[in-house]
Structure formats: C-alpha cells, structure tokens
C-alpha cells in the first residue's frame, strides 16, 4: 500500500471536479507553497506532491487510471506499463501552468500562446525503423523533421 495521499485531497477538491476547478486549485496551491516564495519548511515537499497530483488529474487518461486503480494505475512500475512522465520537473509543471514567471509575480513576458502551437523546447519524436542488424552495430541515416519558421518578410509562419 502506498503511503501518498489521494491526489484529490492534495488539491483540495471534489472527484467529480471539473478540469476548471482542478487547475484552479493547483494555480492557488503552487503559488502558496512555491519555494521561492513560501517560507513553510516543508514547501518544496508540498509544491512537489501538489505537482505531482495536478500532473495525473489534469491528463483525461491518467486521471481515469488513476481514479479506477488508485496509485498503482498510474505509477511507472504498474503491471501493465503505467505511464510514463512521473518524474517530471515540478517546475517545469508550473511554468506550462503559469506561463513561466509571466502570470505569477509579475516578471517575465506575456503568459498567453495559442495552446495548439508548438513551444519552443518541446521534444521532437521521429518514429525510426531499423533492422536487427543495424541497430546491434550502428548506422547513420539522414532523416527530416518537419518544422514551422517564422517568414523573415511578413512576420508569418
């Protein structure tokens, strides 16, 4: 039996919670127990579980897991695979949340991007085929990944 506490107790909110409601909760948690602004001595521990909690009920998939199965639905080393990305930076988290510092203590540009657009830093995933052959002793192959620029002449993508 795991000794976290239930995701939905963390954030202080309803199972029946609506994605609104769950982020709302975590946007005044973290801003709360931020290290850099809270002087509780157990912030970071409370920034991390609250992080942790927003990361699975924020996510459809991982929440419905999560709500069928308990903490086992959701970990790494569940029977069935689990999902992966609990090892996520909490901070980076809060900067997706809050649009880096620009929405929390007033520094840092505008927090507003159009949520379908890719962000800057986001990783790249090329699915490869290679033979047994190759892989056990190398090879170099070219391949392309598309990508947006921006026009240098309109501004323009």
Do not use: W
């Not at 709302?24 to 002087?39: C, G, I, M, N, T």
């Not at 929440?63 to 689990?82: E, I, L, P, W």
């Not at 490869?128 to 026009?151: D, M, N, S, W």
């Amino acid at each position: 039996m795991s000794g976290k506490r239930d995701f939905y107790e963390v954030l202080g909110v309803a199972r029946n919670a609506s994605q609104a409601e769950i982020k709302k909760a975590y946007r005044q948690l973290a801003r709360k127990y931020h290290p850099d602004v809270s002087s509780d001595a157990n912030a970071e521990e409370k920034f991390k579980e609250i992080n942790e909690a927003y990361e699975i009920l924020s996510d459809e998939e991982k929440r419905a897991a999560y709500d069928r199965f308990g903490h086992a639905g959701v970990s790494g080393n569940a029977g069935f695979g689990g999902f992966g990305g609990m090892g996520r930076d909490p901070f980076e988290i809060f900067e997706e949340v809050f649009g880096g510092f620009g929405g929390f203590g007033g520094f840092g540009g505008s927090s507003r991007r159009n949520r379908n657009a890719p962000r800057r830093g986001s990783d790249l995933r090329y699915d490869l085929t290679l033979e047994f052959e190759e892989a056990v002793f190398g090879v170099e192959k070219e391949i392309e990944i598309p990508r947006q620029e921006t026009c240098s002449h309109c501004n323009g993508s």
